[in-house]
């Protein structure tokens, strides 16, 4: 499942994920991540992975697929999770966001990881 958070602002996504992958709630994600970066040029991301129990195939190709056509917009992501292959799923996707920084940050750490992302 896919969540709208809050801390969502003008050029920050703020989202959380958690359970299983939908795939219409990723193409609502993509329409509102779509419309920032018409509108700004950019996007900083925030994610929450929480309650998962891993990422299935057709997932990480969506996210894949994303982020070849929108990581030279997307400047920050963070994303919290409280797993090591969470970790490593994210300097994995990491490569493939060609001008943002991802940091991966522990639950512990979220207002961190939150003022990260806005830029600070």
Do not use: P
């Amino acid at each position: 499942m896919l969540e709208i958070l809050d801390d969502t602002t003008a050029d920050l996504v703020a989202f959380r994920v958690s359970g299983k992958h939908i795939h219409d709630e990723s193409h609502k994600l993509a329409g509102m991540i779509d419309a920032r970066i018409a509108k700004y040029g950019h996007v900083d991301c925030f994610v929450e992975i929480t309650d998962t129990h891993g990422v299935s195939l057709s997932a990480l190709a969506e996210g894949l697929d994303f982020d070849m056509k929108h990581g030279h917009q997307i400047r920050r992501c963070a994303v919290v999770g409280s797993h090591a292959w969470e970790r490593w799923l994210v300097e994995i996707l990491g490569l493939f966001f060609r001008n943002a920084e991802v940091r991966f940050f522990l639950e512990s750490d979220r207002a961190a990881a939150l003022e990260w992302a806005h830029g600070s």
